[in-house]
């Protein structure tokens, strides 16, 4: 309990801390103006321009995709010292995104952090998004995508089976599993909204496949029961996917003997820097999305300043893994890992290294600043910043680690090609492609689980006028 002060009326009154929805709403309310956003009739024109826009771009990486299967991934910038390149910088981009999903949904629910609340049903979609988008990489890395199935281990008459110590092997069953469990999630908890929608849906085909996807939802006690327990279930295994998934990605690294890789410090750092590209993210498309929507009631300043605090806290963590790396570099008196700092710093990709110096650890630390936190738009641009940090992490430890190797008649540059980067910002397109079409077909907050908030904040309206 925070003792406030009225400074209008000099009347001294009890606050707990804010609210997670702001006062005055009812259930109805609450019901009425989520699920309007789905069931309106007229589609706003902001939609068809940023659905168009996104849908033209996915269109440019279903291009370079077709290009590629008839060419082969000569087309792309990948040379004899840096086999591994662009493709799978975006890999590891893309699933870190996703892991603030999975945690606000997941860890947050079961720490019983009722601020999830207004944003867990859209951080979830996003994971599912970004975990769309990052698996065509490793996938079409092969070079022969349709292959793709001889990487499970199914009963063939050659009795060949994949070999279970290659990282590619690791990311395959790491991948698929956070996708079927952060699928099952985000489904389970969307079937009560499902019903919801489909009593209040006007056109008969609407109704039909709400109808289909709500399971025969009809709210009674054995529902409720049985979703409660599915839903925790679900979050127990969710959990552990949030450090196990980016571990295994950060162990493809790990494994190897080369300079710049083979660090015990990777799995808590890359996991570290996942939750700060998710969060980074969320807040990205959050802001806008709750300003043009017109969300401001139920996602609150709250919720921007929490996202803010859990950015600031694990960009430290990054912080404190840049300088380990620097430190045991000099420490281990190694001089291939010496030299790979200096060169990082130094070399002709320096300008990278700053920049993410710049990003990760320089600008997030306005966010110590209070005004920063309580600002929509600092918090937009520091998120922006953040997120185009957090991939240039990715291309300094790979491109960095690879271009010189051991001997330097091995040495060589790298630079991607434009069908790298169409690929890249083809995959942002997708991205945002999916995300339109969940904001205008799915309830983007989770609307009975809203309900459930109102009753707290009418009791607090009530005490502070019991009080004044």
């Given at each position: 309990?925070?003792?406030?002060t009225n400074?209008h009326?000099?009347?001294?009154?009890?606050?707990t801390?804010?609210?997670?929805i702001?006062?005055?709403?009812?259930?109805?309310s609450?019901?009425?103006?989520?699920s309007?956003?789905?069931?309106?009739?007229?589609t706003?024109i902001?939609w068809?321009i940023?659905f168009?826009l996104?849908?033209?771009?996915?269109?440019?990486?279903?291009?370079t995709i077709?290009?590629?299967?008839?060419?082969?991934i000569?087309i792309?910038g990948?040379?004899v010292?840096?086999?591994?390149a662009f493709?799978i910088?975006?890999?590891v981009?893309?699933?870190g995104?996703?892991?603030?999903?999975?945690?606000?949904?997941?860890?947050?629910?079961l720490?019983?952090?009722?601020?999830r609340t207004?944003i867990?049903r859209?951080a979830?979609?996003?994971?599912?998004?970004?975990?769309a988008s990052?698996?065509?990489?490793?996938l079409?890395?092969?070079?022969?995508p349709w292959l793709?199935y001889w990487?499970?281990?199914?009963?063939n008459?050659m009795?060949m089976?994949p070999q279970?110590?290659?990282?590619?092997?690791?990311?395959v069953?790491?991948v698929?599993?956070?996708?079927t469990v952060?699928?099952?999630?985000w489904?389970?908890?969307?079937?009560p909204?499902f019903a919801t929608l489909?009593d209040?849906?006007?056109?008969?085909?609407f109704?039909?496949?709400?109808g289909?996807?709500a399971?025969g939802w009809?709210?009674?006690?054995?529902?409720w029961a049985?979703?409660?327990a599915?839903?925790?279930?679900?979050?127990?295994?969710a959990t552990?996917?949030?450090?196990s998934v980016?571990t295994?990605?950060?162990?493809?690294f790990?494994?190897?003997?080369i300079?710049?890789?083979?660090a015990?410090i990777?799995?808590?750092y890359?996991?570290a820097g996942?939750?700060?590209?998710g969060?980074?993210?969320?807040?990205?498309?959050?802001?806008?999305?709750?300003r043009?929507?017109?969300l401001?009631d139920?996602i609150?300043?709250?919720?921007l300043r929490?996202?803010?605090k859990?950015?600031?806290?694990t960009?430290?963590?990054?912080?404190?893994g840049?300088?380990?790396?620097?430190?045991?570099?000099?420490?281990s008196?190694?001089?291939?890992?010496?030299y790979m700092?200096l060169?990082?710093?130094?070399g002709?990709?320096?300008w990278?290294?700053?920049s993410?110096i710049?990003?990760?650890?320089i600008?997030?630390?306005?966010?110590?600043?209070?005004?920063?936190r309580h600002s929509t738009?600092?918090?937009f641009l520091?998120?922006?910043v953040?997120?185009?940090g957090?991939w240039?992490e990715?291309f300094?430890i790979?491109v960095?680690s690879?271009?010189r190797?051991?001997?330097?008649?091995?040495?060589?540059?790298?630079?991607?090609t434009?069908?790298d980067?169409s690929?890249?910002?083809?995959?942002i397109?997708?991205?945002?492609?999916l995300l339109?079409?969940?904001i205008?077909?799915?309830?983007i907050?989770?609307i009975?689980?809203m309900r459930t908030?109102?009753p707290?904040?009418q009791?607090?309206?009530?005490?502070?006028k019991?009080?004044?």
């Amino acid at each position: 309990m925070q003792r406030v002060t009225n400074p209008h009326d000099d009347v001294a009154i009890h606050r707990t801390s804010p609210p997670v929805i702001e006062p005055g709403h009812t259930f109805g309310s609450v019901t009425d103006k989520i699920s309007a956003l789905t069931l309106r009739r007229r589609t706003p024109i902001g939609w068809y321009i940023g659905f168009t826009l996104s849908f033209m771009v996915a269109g440019m990486l279903m291009m370079t995709i077709a290009y590629l299967v008839m060419t082969g991934i000569g087309i792309w910038g990948n040379n004899v010292p840096v086999g591994w390149a662009f493709d799978i910088i975006n890999f590891v981009w893309w699933i870190g995104i996703g892991h603030a999903g999975t945690l606000i949904s997941a860890i947050l629910l079961l720490l019983r952090q009722e601020w999830r609340t207004s944003i867990n049903r859209f951080a979830e979609a996003m994971t599912l998004f970004a975990v769309a988008s990052a698996g065509l990489f490793p996938l079409l890395h092969t070079g022969r995508p349709w292959l793709a199935y001889w990487l499970l281990p199914y009963p063939n008459t050659m009795g060949m089976w994949p070999q279970f110590r290659s990282p590619l092997m690791w990311d395959v069953f790491a991948v698929s599993t956070y996708a079927t469990v952060s699928a099952l999630f985000w489904y389970v908890g969307l079937i009560p909204d499902f019903a919801t929608l489909r009593d209040r849906a006007k056109n008969r085909v609407f109704q039909i496949i709400y109808g289909m996807l709500a399971l025969g939802w009809r709210g009674s006690a054995r529902h409720w029961a049985r979703y409660e327990a599915t839903y925790l279930l679900l979050a127990g295994l969710a959990t552990p996917l949030v450090l196990s998934v980016h571990t295994i990605v950060s162990l493809d690294f790990a494994v190897s003997v080369i300079p710049g890789w083979h660090a015990t410090i990777f799995p808590p750092y890359f996991v570290a820097g996942a939750i700060y590209a998710g969060f980074a993210m969320v807040l990205t498309l959050t802001i806008p999305l709750r300003r043009f929507y017109g969300l401001e009631d139920f996602i609150t300043v709250r919720h921007l300043r929490n996202m803010a605090k859990i950015m600031l806290a694990t960009g430290l963590i990054v912080a404190y893994g840049y300088m380990t790396e620097a430190f045991m570099a000099w420490y281990s008196a190694n001089t291939y890992e010496e030299y790979m700092i200096l060169n990082r710093m130094r070399g002709p990709y320096a300008w990278a290294y700053w920049s993410l110096i710049f990003c990760n650890v320089i600008v997030p630390q306005l966010l110590w600043v209070k005004r920063v936190r309580h600002s929509t738009v600092a918090l937009f641009l520091i998120s922006l910043v953040v997120s185009v940090g957090m991939w240039l992490e990715r291309f300094v430890i790979l491109v960095t680690s690879l271009h010189r190797d051991f001997l330097v008649s091995s040495w060589g540059m790298y630079s991607p090609t434009v069908f790298d980067w169409s690929m890249f910002i083809g995959t942002i397109g997708l991205f945002f492609t999916l995300l339109f079409l969940f904001i205008r077909f799915l309830p983007i907050i989770s609307i009975f689980e809203m309900r459930t908030l109102v009753p707290q904040a009418q009791a607090q309206i009530n005490e502070e006028k019991g009080q004044a």
